[in-house]
């Protein structure tokens, strides 16, 4: 069963910075498209970046830019970058495959606030 451990969050000012990553175990990481997905309150869960098993990534347009979606094979980890946040960034953070697996982890959450 595919398991994922987010961290690394926290609360940041605007134009701040964080690093989240992602433990995952439970499946052969190196062999899927993983992603960084969030979900604020009252919102749907959104795919913000994406990284192929070559490394190819893949960014919507508010957040491209801004953050760089890397992960480490060897250790099943998954990272994600995030610069110049913005308060509209503020959400629940998740990894997972793409296409999603049907568990899910806590996620970690990101408070963008002044």
């Known amino acids: 069963q595919a398991q994922f451990m987010e961290s690394g969050g926290g609360l940041v000012q605007p134009g701040g910075s964080l690093r989240l990553s992602c433990a995952a175990s439970?499946?052969?990481?190196?062999?899927?498209?993983m992603g960084w997905y969030r979900q604020a309150p009252g919102k749907q869960r959104e795919l913000v970046a994406r990284i192929t098993p070559g490394g190819s990534t893949n960014y919507p347009d508010s957040v491209k830019g801004r953050f760089t979606i890397s992960r480490d094979n060897a250790k099943n980890t998954l990272y994600l970058q995030m610069n110049s946040l913005k308060p509209e960034d503020a959400a629940d953070y998740y990894c997972?495959?793409?296409?999603?697996?049907?568990?899910w982890g806590q996620g970690t959450q990101v408070t963008v606030s002044s």
């Open positions: 439970g499946f052969i990481f190196r062999f899927n498209t």
């Open positions: 997972n495959a793409d296409p999603s697996y049907s568990t």
